[in-house]
Structure formats: C-alpha cells, structure tokens
C-alpha cells in the first residue's frame, strides 16, 4: 500500500457526515452504531476517524480465532479454503501470534476514513433521504464494512 493512509475517497457527489451512537443499557447488551449521511460537498472542518478503533486488533483476533476453530456446522464453509489449513497447521495462539505479528508492521492500524463528523446534512429536494440499515454480518465488525457504507451515503443514502 505504499504510502496510502486513508480509505478512497468517497466517490459519490456527496461529502460524508457520520454519527456515533451508543444505545441504551450495560456494555455487554448495548450496541455502537455509526450512521454514514450524505453531506454539502467541501463542508468538513473534522479531522477524519481513524479506520479502526483502539481495540480493533484485539476484537478481530478473537473473532477469527472463534470463527476458525469453531465454525458452525450449519455454516457454509467450503467457500473459506484457508480454514482446513489454518485448522491443520496453526494452533489459535499461533493464529493470534501470526495476525498480530503482521498487524504491527501493516499501516492498516493507521489509516483513516474519509468522512466527517457531525457534518450539516445535505438538503434534499424531495421528500427525505433513503435508507439502508446494513449489517456486516456474523465474524465481522463495524470497520470491516466502512468503505460500502460511506460509498452509498456519498451517493445520497443515509446508512
């Protein structure tokens, strides 16, 4: 990657603002959910978020690990053809030692998202804004996912 410290710029004709949420109740049954919306092109005054959070490392190494020794039986995984050999040749602490070996020398921990927090949304000529709700799914996070969903907010969707 060379060089490279952000995520592509968006590519719609929109800036894009986003809010982070915390929904009610304890650590361990809330959620944080980040709303990507379109936004007036050159508004941003915010520095742009990091990609991943501080304890991003740590979360998608233990989501692997479980993902890769104990995937369901009812999963689908004959698409995932690094499973048998990460099952045959690698133990989960040497998994875990592996990613966090290449973590530390990737500047994937550095990069940067291109949006802007809090921006003023963009106004709309009709009736509002569509929306996706979107899920990145099972044995992945929210920073997995970013790049589609600012994608689709710069093309006028709040998501």
Known sequence: MGG??????????????YIDLMTEGSPTTSSFIRI??????????????LWTGKNCKVGMVN????????????????E???L?????MLSPSCYAASFNFWWGYSSAQNFTIPICK???IAPHA???WPVVV????????RYTMSQVCYQLASMGVVV
């Open 63 to 78: 989501s692997m690990v479980a993902c890769i020794w104990n995937w369901p039986s009812w999963g689908n995984d004959s």
């Open 126 to 128: 009709g009736s509002g």
């Open 84 to 88: 048998d050999f990460a099952r045959k």
């Open 118 to 120: 809090a921006a003023p």
């Open 134 to 141: 979107f899920s990145h799914g099972i044995g992945s996070n």
């Open 36 to 49: 990507y919306y379109p936004a007036p092109a050159n508004t941003c005054t915010s520095e742009p978020p």
């Open 80 to 82: 995932y053809l690094g």
């Open 4 to 17: 490279q410290t952000s995520l592509p710029a968006p590519c719609g004709p929109f800036q894009v603002g």
